[in-house]
């Protein structure tokens, strides 16, 4: 039941990245059938994107130790009153053409129930699945990626519907989506559950012989700034977000360019929508992966892999092989999409499950510092390239090999990762104090096999008593599976719909 609590909060929030849908309507509010000079402009409204982004940042750093104190239950229903309210206040301000309304709502309010809604349930999947924390984490930001895709598709139809000879449906839109993500995102604090202290899955015990990089301690959410290994991990999430959302955002001008005559702006389209589901569908399969392979050896694939590939690019496209161009690209934006799913796992393997959803929050700021790096390194290349009278189609290749320079810094910093100095490790009488964290985890001091039993008893019997989930069956099991994974199938069909006019 906690992966669809996280699915359908993840599906919700990863909206995001479809915003930009609504920015050609928005510059028409007054005009309705084209602009007018009291619209809005695409440089007004793309702030709204940046914004989000900034505060999703900023709430998931500051806001992730106030998770580890009052649970996920409560982090979610902020999350969604936040994400939900923010849709409502934007169609205010569209109503009333007050784009700061905009800014606020969707993006500084908005943007905090991103950061909250982005970071409360990866931390409680880690602790329920102690032996696959890597397909844990995926299994939530796989959402993330392929929100989009449900909210791109679901935001044009939904204007469509209103839209009239005096709106455009943006404002109808924004009142729709938002009570829908509102509700959608309680259901998701209704299900989530977090497991006691000291849980493990029926039959599984941690293997005698471990993984030296997988601590058995704790490291407190204020001493992991202490630690290199937290800014190595930073540069490391950063790198390789950096080289993968600066070309994610030029994606259908880079094809069309380095393509010129070839591939048409319906085929582009089609290729950014062929690189969302690889995007999504790579944060599950790299972090599943990274369960078998170590997160350490993941991140080396994602580095070697991301230089060749981004250095192959110019002789491919010169080659003009435009199929092979996809492939790569294809693989690498599978590659973005896994750095983001696998770095979690990372960190709990490092720096122990106690605090990992603080220390993930505060590790999401090298998310935003990316998110203003990437695009700027690959747009201002480009313009540079251009005025120096280079052509469009060879614009990107000293674009492609900074990006592969910035793996091969990427690289040498997952080199130097080690495990933490014990001097950092919480002490036992710091884990046995009660922290209020979780009610259910009273039982912390639990020790003997039978206590053990006694508090996996307990906990099963309130999670059949509850009121948000009655029964636990396996019918419930179905609904709620059902209710995140058909709107997820009707974003990937609509994407891949798309997608076939590259083919074509």
Request: glycine share 12%.
């Amino acid at each position: 039941m906690v992966p669809p609590a996280a699915l359908s909060v993840h599906l919700c929030i990863g909206q995001v990245y479809a915003f930009s849908v609504f920015n050609e309507p928005l510059t028409r509010v007054i005009g309705i059938s084209r602009s007018s000079p009291e619209d809005w402009k695409l440089t007004t409204l793309g702030w709204v994107f940046s914004l989000a982004i900034l505060f999703l940042g900023l709430s998931a750093a500051f806001g992730g130790k106030w998770l580890e104190k009052v649970g996920p239950r409560l982090t979610m229903f902020i999350a969604a009153c936040c994400f939900g309210g923010g849709f409502l206040i934007s169609a205010l301000g569209v109503s009333l053409h007050q784009i700061w309304l905009i800014y606020l709502g969707y993006g500084v309010i908005g943007g905090i129930g991103l950061g909250l809604g982005y970071v409360s349930p990866v931390s409680t999947l880690i602790k329920w699945f102690p032996d696959r924390r890597g397909m844990a984490t995926g299994m939530a930001i796989m959402g993330f990626g392929g929100g989009a895709m449900i909210g791109a598709p679901l935001s044009v139809w939904l204007m469509d519907h209103f839209k009239s000879a005096t709106s455009v449906g943006v404002m109808e839109t924004f009142l729709v989506m938002g009570t829908l993500y509102f509700l959608s995102m309680c259901v998701g604090s209704l299900i989530i559950r977090t497991p006691p202290k000291n849980w493990r899955p029926a039959g599984w015990a941690a293997p005698a012989v471990r993984n030296g990089m997988i601590t058995q301690n704790h490291v407190h959410i204020d001493q992991a700034l202490k630690t290199p290994q937290f800014y190595l991990l930073w540069l490391v999430l950063c790198l390789n977000v950096t080289a993968g959302i600066g070309v994610l955002g030029q994606a259908s001008v880079m094809i069309q360019e380095m393509f010129q005559g070839v591939v048409t702006a319906a085929a582009a389209a089609g290729f950014v929508g062929l690189l969302s589901v690889f995007n999504m569908g790579g944060r599950f399969f790299w972090s599943t992966a990274s369960d078998f392979v170590g997160r350490k050896n993941t991140y080396f694939i994602f580095f070697v892999l991301g230089i060749a590939f981004y250095a192959s690019v110019p002789s491919i496209g010169a080659a003009g092989n435009l199929v092979l161009f996809i492939a790569l690209y294809a693989v690498i934006l599978s590659m973005y999409g896994g750095g983001f799913s696998t770095i979690p796992a990372y960190l709990a393997d490092i720096f122990g499950t106690k605090f990992v959803g603080g220390i993930h929050g505060r590790l999401l700021t090298a998310w935003a510092t990316a998110g203003v790096l990437g695009p700027v390194l690959v747009n201002y290349i480009r313009e540079f390239q251009v005025e120096q009278g280079v052509a469009k189609a060879d614009a990107y290749n000293l674009t492609m090999y900074v990006m592969a320079g910035l793996l091969f810094l990427g690289f040498c910093c997952n080199l130097m990762m080690r495990s933490v100095h014990e001097k950092h490790h919480m002490k036992h009488a710091e884990l046995d104090e009660p922290d209020g964290v979780f009610p259910r985890e009273e039982a912390a001091s639990a020790g003997p096999d039978s206590d053990q039993k006694a508090v996996g008893k307990k906990f099963e019997d309130e999670i059949a008593h509850s009121t948000a989930v009655k029964p636990l069956s396996l019918l419930w099991l179905m609904l709620f599976w059902l209710y995140v994974t058909v709107p997820l199938a009707w974003g990937i069909g609509s994407t891949l719909q798309k997608a076939s006019a590259l083919f074509n």
